[in-house]
């Protein structure tokens, strides 16, 4: 099986073994370069690979090698930024490329962009007050390289961290403590193979390891686990989730990440023992949750959580879907339409996805039958405030929380043709221009979650409806007046009355764009005071 890795986790491996100590790549680096391996032959790599790695050498002495590093933790573990490694790169004489910037990371470069119909930057008569954004794809910023002491972990107290932590004596000891048995694999490379590779002071974009290259450390068969596509705890699954009770959500995580199966042992744990998750910080689920909602598969990964108990303890307002039958062109119960439409969900970003999960949360709760027939009067209001809590309880940030808000509360929009232009600019602002291409995902994936075709002609009428509108005045700031000149023409103060007649006027305007200019607006002005 061959393996390509980029040249700077190969170099920590020759500088820790040059140095005499042992050194293996570990954990789920390993897991993904063996799928990249198995699934991917057009030498791509996976652009979410995290390198790791183990030693026998102390922190002191790993920091000994790697002088720009930081160590902030008590778990044996120095950080390494690619800037610093570059550094110590030029510092040993290495002949540096232009681009400093590994194949690992130029795919991010390169990664295909979904074109966006509120695109300021493409609008051919952009209005003087809508400025166009800096659109510039800005590269993450890649993780450092973290370097851990083999150690064996102590009782774990508060179900997440090792009350102590020793140094272990072998890479074996290092992997008896982790989760599962696919991420409990390391990569040993001679260190005649590195010393070749090194040798010419060149730096290669990356290296191509064949399978006598190197040698793969596998106590636990996990490259067996990762064939067979299964999620198994390592040893006694009961044990390692009392140990780190986030577990419970990264086993469900994998499963849908990678699109696998969970062992039915590890499976019937994590029900036991899925009380437990209430011992860990809401940051901590939220980036587990995160990565399940943005899986190939969100779907069967809320449905896994139903069925282990997780679901319960974490967002229950889902639960409440469950057989609260809808009518109208809904062949589904609430539940059954949410999951779905999480799994249409075009877009990538977990807010929009959360969004598509929360649009409904409200129904079972506004539900009315009149007549025998089912309504559902104000469910997008009352479920954003819902949806806010949820939001809260996640910890995100106000702009996230705000996103999400936005989102539930008005993806019930309507269309007719007869709407005024006023009308499409009244929308606009309401959702905000930087939350009208969500919008339409959460559409989209709506009308897929119900059976419905993804768009229809009204859809699409009024999208190019509102790029016509993207030279209009979209907020009381684009005014051609303002504060100043009404309270300089009418002699009035600041206060109650001067932001009232501003926003009559803005009200004006949408109606009439061609009102927008500062004499006939002075002159309507007089009229409302």
């Known amino acids: 099986m061959k393996l390509q890795l980029p040249f700077e986790v190969l170099f920590i491996l020759h500088t820790l073994q040059q140095a005499g100590f042992e050194a293996f790549l570990v954990g789920g680096a390993v897991r993904d370069l063996i799928i990249q391996a198995a699934i991917n032959t057009s030498g791509e790599r996976l652009a979410t690979i995290d390198y790791d790695f183990t030693t026998n050498a102390k922190p002191a002495e790993i920091q000994q090698l790697f002088p720009e590093n930081f160590y902030e933790n008590t778990f044996g573990t120095v950080g390494v930024t690619h800037e610093n490694l570059w550094q110590l790169l030029e510092k040993q004489h290495f002949q540096l490329p232009e681009q400093k910037l590994t194949t690992l990371y130029q795919s991010c470069l390169a990664k295909e962009h979904q074109p966006k119909l509120i695109d300021l930057s493409r609008a051919s008569k952009l209005h003087s007050s809508l400025a166009a954004p800096d659109q510039t ?31 272990g004596k072998t890479v074996e000891d290092d992997l008896m403590r982790r989760d599962f048995t696919i991420n409990a694999m390391a990569l040993k490379i001679p260190q005649h193979n590195l010393e070749e590779i090194f040798a010419h002071k060149v730096i290669p974009p990356t290296v191509t390891l064949k399978s006598a290259d190197y040698t793969l450390v596998d106590p636990h068969k996990g490259v067996q686990d990762l064939a067979k596509r299964v999620v198994k ?187 005024t232009d006023a009308a499409i600019r009244r929308f606009m602002r309401k959702v905000g221009l930087e939350n009208i291409d969500d919008i339409l995902d959460l559409r989209e994936a709506d009308r897929l979650g119900s059976g419905a075709r993804k768009t229809s002609w009204r859809l699409e009428e009024m999208k190019q409806r509102m790029i016509e509108q993207l030279n209009q005045p979209l907020s009381v700031h684009d005014l051609a007046i303002d504060g100043h000149d009404l309270m300089k023409a009418l002699n009035l103060k600041p206060g109650k009355q001067l932001g009232d007649l501003l926003t009559q006027l803005f009200e004006m305007v949408l109606e009439d764009p061609e009102l927008n200019a500062k004499e006939k607006l002075l002159t309507k002005a007089k009229t409302l005071i």
């Open 233 to 419: 705890a390592v040893g006694d699954p009961n044990v390692r989730f009392k140990e780190d009770a986030l577990r419970l959500l990264r086993a469900l995580r994998f499963t849908v990440q990678l699109v696998m199966e969970i062992d039915p042992l590890t499976l019937q744990a994590i029900k036991e023992h899925s009380p437990l998750i209430a011992h860990i910080s809401w940051e901590r689920i939220q980036d587990e949750f995160f990565k399940m909602l943005v899986s190939p598969l969100p779907k069967r990964g809320i449905e896994l959580m139903d069925e282990t108990g997780l679901l319960a303890h974490i967002l229950p307002e889902l639960l409440e879907g469950k057989g609260v039958e809808q009518g109208g062109h809904h062949n589904t119960d609430v539940w059954t339409h949410t999951l779905d439409s999480v799994d249409h969900c075009p877009s990538l970003d977990p807010i929009v996805r959360l969004a598509t999960l929360l649009h409904d949360i409200a129904k079972p709760r506004t539900q009315k039958i009149t007549a025998g027939k089912i309504t559902f009067y104000n469910h997008e209001i009352v479920g954003s405030r819902m949806a806010v809590k949820v939001a809260q309880r996640f910890k995100l940030s106000k702009n996230d929380t705000d996103r999400i808000f936005t989102l539930v509360r008005y993806h019930m929009f309507y269309y007719q043709p007869h709407n």
């Open 137 to 167: 794809i800005e590269l993450p910023k890649p993780k450092p390289f973290e370097i851990t002491t083999y150690r064996a972990d102590g009782a774990y107290d508060d179900h997440r961290r090792p009350t102590t932590v020793t140094w």
